[in-house]
């Protein structure tokens, strides 16, 4: 019984924790960072709507200059010792998802690469 | 005590066989899981054999599933009291055989896990997508038709439920055929008697498959099936699958009197290797020679025979569908015709396939969910024919 | 301080205004123009006239080019990928041989994208036909209808793409025209590697392109013309 309470008040604390953004938040490498498109805080909760926006303006359109795309994302916040946002602990991408448990669908056809990085690779 | 023992041994075998099947699931689960781990590599399908062994499964258990219900058109349709008994048990056969089809189909998608998308985003120019409008109204037609008949308050709804489910049955099997007939370039698809054809397929099928049930339950009751009843539906039967071989026979002789389609026609009934095997001996000799040996000749046609046909005849179905859904995709496209043709992508070669471990794990998932929903469907309600007595 | 003072300090300051106001959305258009903005229209046709009398035997450089560019194994089992393959045909009455390059053809109806539950596979206003990865859920049923066999199913799972050309497992895939590279007013990758200049490139709706002149005046063929697909490649010499 003892234990169930237990169990009941770390539940409780952790839910109240996650309501101040302070307990147990994973700290990320953000790479080059600098100047978002948005609002971090904006992005932090609208991420995923302006993508795929983009991306479907991208495939069925052909309109290849947005903002919002995920090359733009990975250029500016892959890190910058592995030039990816996927693959660690503390990787851009990978580090929120995985602390908010949603699975991330991008990276299996996506590369996660930064692009640039590729490129001066094959030249 | 001692006479409860026969019960209870009963029971034992009741419930080993529930695990049976269910272990099967299990494995079928299992084989989807690792298809999705490891990506269709794992399975016999490549670029020129793109449907196999997990389709035949599931083509064969959706034609069948509206098959089945004949035996239930026939009782509420067409008012014969003998086939009326019989139509809860038609029906939830169709549920099983259904729900197992589906299964199938839907994890040996190469993203399953976006089967959401194939709900929200409707193509409407797509046969695929009708269909999963089809099968899934289908289910609900046959749930209420199940409803009228076994609650009385709503029996009186029966027969326009039953008309439903009629119409309804015809247009997916139709649209089941469709699926090949849509195909324009392919030697042996893109034909419409293929419609036609799947619909007296399911008829035949659906009548073999009632049978091995029907059978396997009065055993298990200790019931003897009326001598009467057996007649009619044997010879019923029959000339399902008569009509079958005639819609088989009629097809291939079409393609035999067109010079394009001849070098095709010589692949899948005499050069072809397995196909043309499977073809004379699997569908031919044992889906309809012996079956119908069986099920005329004076000397024989009683339940045992009958019973031996069925599974004859499902053979038989699978072998004929393994002939046409493989065969079909390994006779190389004609690009251009006229011309010998050679590459590094298959052009002008016989594509090679060999089911592997897991898709035929997954195919018999297929049928273990099919035989889980219908033994614990029967368990569980009153699914049992009851025989209304013959002076009707 | 002089009226005229704060007059000319006030026209300063609103001049300077406006002219921020004005070029601010060029700078940030500047900054942003790597591509086009506008949606692609069917004002243009994305073709290629492919002359089959000019390309060499044994030369496989097209191929290359394709696997290199859209960042494929170039392996060549039946469960590999292949966008782009040369074909050797052989007429069977007359016995003479030829070659060409095969891949989508891009129809006008792309029997693909009838067949297609979800919509995955679709035709772009200016007639490129591709898949939407995001939409397919790999039925194979394109496959299927593909007259050409020009479609590829993903059998396994894939790891560094090219960031230009996102591809995974359990999709089906296959020529994209290089549609990154035509929306940056490029040619596609196969066009420019042909040594023999035997695949060209262009805008079949435009009558006074270099593709519209040529096939107004050479003899070309579609490949299966008796479907009535209408398709974007045609090929001379067959």
């Given at each position: 019984m003892l234990k169930l309470f237990a169990l009941l008040a770390a539940l409780c604390m952790c839910a109240s924790a996650d309501a101040t953004e302070s307990y147990g938040m994973p700290k990320l490498d953000i790479g080059k960072g600098g100047q978002c498109v948005e609002e971090p805080q904006w992005m932090r909760k609208n991420h995923m709507k302006v993508l795929f926006q983009q991306r479907d303006e991208t495939v069925h359109q052909g309109i290849r200059d947005g903002k919002y795309s995920l090359k733009n994302c990975i250029e500016c916040h892959a890190s910058l010792r592995d030039n990816s946002v996927i693959g660690r602990a503390d990787s851009f991408c990978e580090g929120c998802h995985r602390y908010e448990a949603v699975k991330i669908d991008c990276f299996e056809c996506h590369s996660s690469k930064r692009s640039s990085a590729l490129v001066q690779k094959e030249h | 005590m001692t006479s409860h023992s026969p019960l209870r041994f009963k029971n034992r075998i009741y419930y080993s066989l529930v695990a049976a099947g269910g272990l099967v699931v299990l494995m079928g689960l299992y084989a989807a899981h690792m298809m999705e781990e490891h990506g269709h590599i794992i399975t016999g399908m490549n670029n020129q054999i793109v449907w196999g062994i997990p389709h035949v499964f599931a083509i064969f258990l959706i034609v069948t599933a509206s098959g089945v219900l004949n035996v239930s058109s026939i009782g509420s349709v067409f008012n014969k009291p003998a086939y009326k008994a019989r139509a809860p048990l038609a029906g939830l056969l169709s549920i099983a055989m259904l729900a197992g089809g589906l299964t199938v189909l839907m994890l040996d998608l190469g993203r399953p896990d976006r089967i959401i998308v194939a709900m929200t985003h409707f193509n409407p120019t797509s046969v695929f997508a009708w269909n999963i409008f089809l099968y899934s109204g289908m289910f609900a037609a046959v749930a209420f038709y199940l409803w009228t008949m076994m609650e009385k308050r709503m029996n009186p709804w029966s027969k326009p439920a039953g008309l439903l489910v009629f119409v309804w049955r015809f247009v997916l099997t139709t649209g089941t055929g469709v699926i090949f007939s849509f195909l324009v370039a392919r030697q042996a698809y893109g034909t419409a008697i293929l419609p036609p054809m799947f619909i007296v397929m399911s008829f035949a099928w659906g009548m073999a498959v009632f049978h091995v049930v029907q059978a396997a339950i009065y055993e298990w009751n200790g019931k003897l099936l009326d001598a009467y009843v057996q007649k009619r539906m044997k010879n019923l039967m029959g000339i399902f699958v008569i009509a079958t071989l005639y819609f088989v026979a009629a097809y291939h002789l079409t393609n035999l009197y067109f010079a394009r389609q001849a070098e095709f026609e010589r692949f899948i009934l005499f050069d072809g290797g397995v196909y043309p095997l499977v073809f004379w001996v699997g569908y031919f000799l044992f889906g309809n020679l012996i079956p119908l040996l069986l099920i005329y000749h004076p000397a024989l046609g009683k339940s045992k025979c009958i019973l031996f046909a069925s599974l004859l005849i499902i053979l038989g179905g699978f072998s004929l569908l393994y002939v046409f859904i493989i065969g079909g995709q390994a006779f190389p496209l004609s690009i251009f015709p006229g011309y010998e043709v050679s590459s590094s992508f298959g052009d002008g070669a016989i594509g090679l396939y060999r089911p592997s471990m897991p898709e035929i794990m997954l195919g018999m998932g297929a049928v273990g969910v099919s035989f889980l929903i219908t033994a614990i469907g029967i368990r569980m309600l009153d699914f049992v024919p009851h025989e209304i007595p013959k002076s009707r | 301080m002089s009226d005229t003072n704060v007059q000319r300090r006030q026209f300063l300051k609103t001049s300077v205004g406006a002219a921020a106001v004005a070029i601010a959305p060029g700078m940030l258009l500047f900054d942003m123009a790597h591509g086009k903005s506008d949606p692609v229209s069917s004002k243009v046709r994305w073709g290629m006239l492919i002359d089959t009398a000019n390309c060499a035997d044994g030369c496989n450089d097209c191929v290359t080019a394709c696997n290199k560019e859209n960042g494929l194994s170039g392996g060549l089992s039946p469960t590999d990928s292949q966008w782009m393959r040369k074909v050797e045909l052989k007429d069977?009455?007359?016995g003479r041989t030829l070659a060409l390059p095969m891949m989508c053809?891009?129809?006008?109806?792309?029997p693909c994208v009838d067949v297609c539950p979800t919509g995955a596979s679709f035709k772009r206003a200016d007639g490129i036909v591709l898949v939407d990865k995001h939409l397919c859920i790999g039925c194979r049923y394109c496959m299927m209808a593909c007259p050409y066999k020009a479609r590829s199913f993903v059998h396994e799972p894939l790891h560094d793409q090219k960031p230009d050309v996102p591809r995974g497992r359990g999709t089906v895939e296959s020529c994209t025209m290089c549609v990154h590279r035509v929306d940056k007013g490029q040619q596609p990758a196969c066009a420019e590697a042909c040594p023999n200049k035997s695949i060209l490139f262009g805008n079949l709706n435009d009558p006074e392109s270099e593709i519209s002149k040529k096939i107004r005046t050479v003899q070309s063929t579609q490949i299966r013309a008796d479907l009535g697909l209408n398709t974007g490649i045609r090929y001379q010499g067959i």
């Open positions: - | - | 069977m009455r007359s053809q891009h129809c006008e109806e792309p």
